[in-house]
């Protein structure tokens, strides 16, 4: 199992979840990736994108303006 | 005497090495310093006109200029590619004959390319608009012949130039083809891996409804894994596949070759730099701007623009000891054409989150006046006009 860690923080368009889909290409199912960033529109973005690709959205967290997503790879054939 | 090296001979490097000769002007007659572009390409491509070549047909050669008559008093140009860049040693050897040149300074301009090897199938099956004007012109070609069937027209990997192009692509292959009544009988099908038509919420907004109104199909959450010539599928990482008679997709895009392993550019090649000052990391001689370096916004050529001024002046400012140091606004401000004489932009910073811009005429029409002074532009024309447009954005006077 691999671990992304993704710091997305600051970012303008196209935003955090171009980070996140690039990260996904490299993972395999069973992977970890953990995007931090600080536009809040990260966490409806990735619950969204969880959603419709069917990988498993493991949690969110929010401290002080900074955000973090961890998703588990899962949805890969 | 001052070694100023521009790596790359394109927008960006041409209109930051512009702004050093006015502003080094000088000092470059005095030869206290020297300005040095490396490209070896002989021509420059507008690359915005590659949709126009794509889509409505406008001949490759009205989009390229000989590099020789884009290059600003005092600037000599050696038409050699760069091989390898030592900055620790301060050196460029350059892929002919392996010559070695010696700098002060260095800015890397090399900007980004397609990258087909990352999609097994693509480059068989796929005709795009970014490669150069000649290939983007294959695609009209190819729509001349076009009777009936499906276009699956978007984005197949990241990250790419120009993010509104793909949406750009849906828009102008619709216009085209309800120009020339074969709307009912030719499909159009827009694949994207983000969850919306366009990444940006407010932009998403102004484009969905249009969508839905040419009935262009769309196939949000697709990220492309391979392509199938022989069935003529795209296939995606979650098994799921788009069936398609005619492929105008937007490829993944990579740095220029010689980046990839270096100590200063990320696992992809891609620059690492500040993303207010644009030096490369731990190198505060040497600076990378436009689509090859990995700051956390679009690869267009407005970005490209704004950070060539921020460098040359921040570089200037090294050279004379006079002056005040600017910092990149992350600005971005790229059109996208929504057919029939309609567009938006997509306009945000690093600090402001992208505007609702409704398309219209005037949008169009600007982007147009964009298009007329781009050559005179890259010699730092109409500056004037840019600096009056983007007014605080042009750039900061602090990091924050």
């Known amino acids: ?77 | 005497m001052i070694k100023i090296a521009m790596i790359g001979g394109g927008a960006g490097g041409l209109i930051t090495s512009s702004k050093l000769s006015a502003e080094l002007s000088e000092e470059i007659k005095q030869e206290k310093v020297s300005i040095t572009i490396f490209d070896k390409r002989e021509t420059q491509e507008f690359q915005p006109g590659y949709l126009e070549a794509a889509f409505r047909g406008t001949k490759p050669e009205k989009l390229k200029r000989p590099v020789d008559r884009l290059i600003s008093k005092g600037i000599k140009v050696v038409h050699a590619n760069c091989e390898s860049l030592d900055l620790d040693n301060h050196q460029i050897i350059t892929e002919k004959n392996q010559e070695k040149y010696d700098f002060d300074y260095v800015i890397v301009s090399t900007g980004c390319s397609p990258d087909y090897s990352q999609i097994p199938g693509l480059k068989e099956a796929n005709m795009d608009f970014y490669t150069d004007a000649d290939v983007s012109s294959r695609i009209f070609s190819s729509l001349q012949t076009i009777k009936s069937g499906r276009i699956v027209v978007g984005i197949a990997g990241l990250p790419y130039k120009c993010p509104p192009s793909p949406n750009e692509a849906a828009f102008m292959v619709d216009e085209y083809l309800r120009r020339h009544d074969l709307r009912t009988s030719v499909d159009v099908t827009f694949i994207t891996p983000y969850t919306r038509l366009y990444t940006a919420e407010p932009i998403n907004e102004v484009i969905e409804p249009l969508y839905s109104e040419r009935n262009i199909d769309s196939r949000t959450v697709f990220n492309t894994d391979y392509v199938d010539p022989a069935k003529k599928e795209i296939i995606s990482l979650e098994g799921d596949s788009v069936k398609y008679d005619y492929l105008f997709l937007t490829p993944p895009h990579k740095p220029a070759d010689f980046l990839k392993g270096t100590d200063f550019a990320d696992d992809e090649g891609w620059v690492k730099v500040d993303k207010r000052d644009l030096h490369i990391t731990d190198h505060d001689y040497a600076f990378a701007i436009g689509d090859t370096n990995n700051i956390p916004t679009s690869k267009a050529g407005v970005e490209a623009h704004l950070e060539g001024i921020v460098v040359a002046n921040n570089l200037t400012m090294n050279v004379t000891g006079e002056g005040a140091k600017h910092f990149f606004t992350g600005r971005t401000q790229c059109s996208m054409e929504t057919g029939f004489h309609h567009a938006t932009f997509v306009v945000g910073t690093y600090d402001r989150p992208v505007e609702r811009i409704k398309p219209s005429v005037t949008n169009y029409a600007e982007k147009k006046v964009m298009e007329e002074i781009y050559w005179a532009s890259l010699h730092g024309h109409y500056e004037w006009l840019f600096k009056y447009h983007f007014k605080k954005d042009y750039f900061a006077e602090s990091p924050s």
């Not at chain 1, 980070?19 to 990736?33: F, M, P, Q, T, V």
């Not at chain 1, 069917?54 to 401290?63: A, C, D, P, Q, R």
């Open chain 1, 1 to 77: 199992m691999t671990t992304y860690n993704i710091d997305s923080k600051g970012t303008a368009c196209p935003g955090p979840i171009t980070d996140l889909i690039r990260a996904y290409r490299k993972a395999s199912n069973g992977d970890i990736i953990i995007l931090q960033a600080t536009d809040p529109g990260v966490i409806p973005d990735s619950k969204a994108w969880c959603g419709m690709t069917k990988n498993e959205l493991v949690g969110t967290k929010e401290n002080k303006g900074e955000y973090e997503v961890t998703i588990k790879v899962t949805a890969k054939k």
